[in-house]
């Protein structure tokens, strides 16, 4: 009974009512306003300098890297202009020792080395090509730039860029802690590594994942306008979306095309009201705070990305176990389990470890519908040690959980609702009958059940939106946005480099294009830049 009411109390706390849910869009859009004006705001407003989306046509082949997380990505995109790419991709997960390395230069060579074996793997000709032509050239830097390959990095970290591919790190967020990385351009950092390996590799352009997802979906959803926004509901949590050239106050200091009016803004919204003004605040937050590398800092993100509500979870279980009187995962005797046996946590479980409970688990419990909560039993005790638990054990397990779930699929409903309010779509007859397009990817959007349906419900409730404006906002997956998003911008940087040769630049050209000629060779499958420069594409993307 004690464990019953406690959940109910406890449940109470993360409830995120449709009025908190409209306060939270005003405070939201009050933010966005803020970092559209001046820099060092919470919420970043970051440009990206990207000033158009694709419309699909774009062709080519490119490297692509995404360093966000957990995991580092490496990966070679084809573009096949039809709305559709091939991927080839190799992962690795990042050593928690690199995430707080010392130095930024060994974070750097790893990333370099994978990229190093991937082109090795998998496109050996290229490699060979290469090594072959810069041993056998007498002024390699002549032919050097047509024949390497475009590498959009994806770097999922606040980055204060100042070009397409230039971009200082303001700080480290997602567990990751180099403090000799900040304030350093991440995109010289990883070519320095690439160029001690020799590698024909060139850093072409700097992306958020969250970039890179917009161009993904604008990429591979047919329709007559691009995506409005690119969310990620992940490891962190971040959305970058079109806003009027015109609406940026603050003094944009890198060269970008104006000739589109707009341009992509990473919001860096994990930052949204770090000072609190509306976001909750239960003491299981302020404690998951007050312990993170970061206090004070990614103040949303902590309440609705899928590195923290397993974290928030733990925490509020430890409070229960701490209350004998609640009797969480403990029975007297076995005749009060429906298993007959008596319920134990062991000391080692992951419920007394910081960090120790997956997020995944939550979407158990949220999917476990059966009468008695068998899978999410089974699961308590095979991931969390957690032996016989009972059914009241599993019923309060579920509620807390899917209450913490449920506050964070409202919490990003304000973000993606004050965005859609922000961008003017609804109203706007321009956009006539299409649907305003949201892609979304990370691991709590695609996995967390009925995550999208729970912004939905959300969105209805928003003033300016309602039951007919959710119903025009289409959010849909954009997966591998960091992979084909990345590859895409590079494409704009090897268009930009291609649209404005400085003189060296067109000398170069010269020089490569009779020396290929030359030697007879056809033009390696990675040299592909031209095959995306017709009128179409340069308009599509870069106009
Ligand atoms: C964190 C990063 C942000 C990224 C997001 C999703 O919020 O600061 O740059 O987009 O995680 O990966």
């Known amino acids: 009974m004690a464990l019953a009411a406690e959940t109910k109390r406890i449940v109470a706390q993360f409830e995120y009512s449709d009025a908190d849910v409209n306060i939270g869009v005003k405070e939201f859009l009050r933010q966005i306003d803020e970092g559209l004006e001046k820099s060092g705001t919470s919420m970043s407003q970051i440009p990206t300098y990207v000033t158009a989306v694709p419309n699909g046509t774009e062709k080519g082949l490119y490297l692509a890297v995404d360093l966000g997380g957990t995991n580092l990505r490496v990966c070679s995109v084809r573009l096949n202009g039809d709305n559709s790419f091939n991927l080839t991709y190799s992962k690795a997960a990042v050593p928690k020792s690199l995430m707080v390395a010392k130095t930024a230069k060994e974070l750097f060579q790893f990333i370099a080395q994978h990229i190093d074996s991937f082109i090795k793997e998998h496109h050996y000709d290229h490699y060979e090509h290469h090594v072959r032509r810069r041993e056998t050239m007498s002024n390699p830097e002549g032919y050097r730039d047509e024949h390497i390959f475009r590498l959009g990095f994806t770097f999922s970290f606040p980055v204060q860029q100042v070009g397409i591919n230039k971009g200082f790190l303001i700080r480290w967020t997602k567990g990751f802690d180099i403090p000799d990385a900040i304030g350093k351009d991440v995109c010289a950092l ?24 917009l161009m993904a979906r604008s990429y591979t959803s047919p329709g007559k306008t691009g995506a409005l926004l690119g969310a990620i509901f992940g490891t962190g949590t971040n959305g970058a979306y079109i806003e009027k050239l015109s609406n940026i106050k603050k003094p944009l200091e890198g060269e970008y095309d104006t000739s589109t009016g707009e341009m992509v803004l990473n919001t860096e919204w ?30 949303f993100e902590k309440r609705v990305s899928g590195m923290f509500l397993g974290e928030i979870l733990r925490i509020v279980l430890v409070s229960l176990l701490q209350d004998k009187s609640v009797q969480l995962f403990h029975d007297d005797n076995s005749s009060h389990n429906d298993w007959k046996s008596t319920t134990t946590i062991a000391p080692e479980s992951g419920i007394f470890k910081k960090w120790g409970l997956d997020s995944a688990i939550m979407s158990v419990a949220a999917l476990d519908n059966t009468p008695d909560l068998g899978t999410l039993r089974q699961e308590l005790d095979s991931q969390l040690d957690v032996y016989s638990p009972s059914m009241e054990d599993a019923q309060a397990f579920k509620a807390i959980a899917s209450a913490i779930g449920r506050r964070a699929a409202r919490l990003s409903a304000v973000a993606v609702g004050a965005i859609v309010l922000q961008s003017g779509k609804l109203t706007d007859p321009a956009q006539g009958d299409e649907p305003i397009d949201i892609g979304v990817d990370g691991s709590l959007v695609e996995h967390y059940p009925h995550f999208r349906t729970m912004i939905y419900d959300a969105l209805k409730a928003i003033d300016g939106i309602g039951e007919v404006g959710a119903e025009r906002i289409r959010i849909g997956i954009a997966k591998d946005g960091s992979g084909v998003g990345a590859a895409l911008i590079a494409l704009v940087a090897a268009s930009m480099e291609k649209k404005q040769p400085t003189a060296e630049e067109s000398l170069k050209q010269v020089r490569s294009e009779a020396l290929l000629q030359n030697s007879g060779r056809q033009l390696s499958a990675v040299n592909e830049v031209p095959e995306q420069t017709t009128p179409n594409n340069e308009e599509a993307i870069d106009a």
């Not at 690439?194 to 969250?210: S, W």
């Not at 930052?271 to 800092?297: A, M, R, W, Y």
């Open 190 to 213: 990883l070519q320095e590594e690439i160029d001690i390996l020799h590698l024909p590799v060139k850093v072409a352009a700097l992306v958020n994942d969250t970039v890179g997802t």
């Open 270 to 299: 994990g930052s949204f009201d770090n000072q609190l003004n509306v976001l909750p605040n239960t003491t299981f937050d302020i404690k998951l705070d007050s312990e993170s590398v970061n206090p004070g800092i990614q103040m």
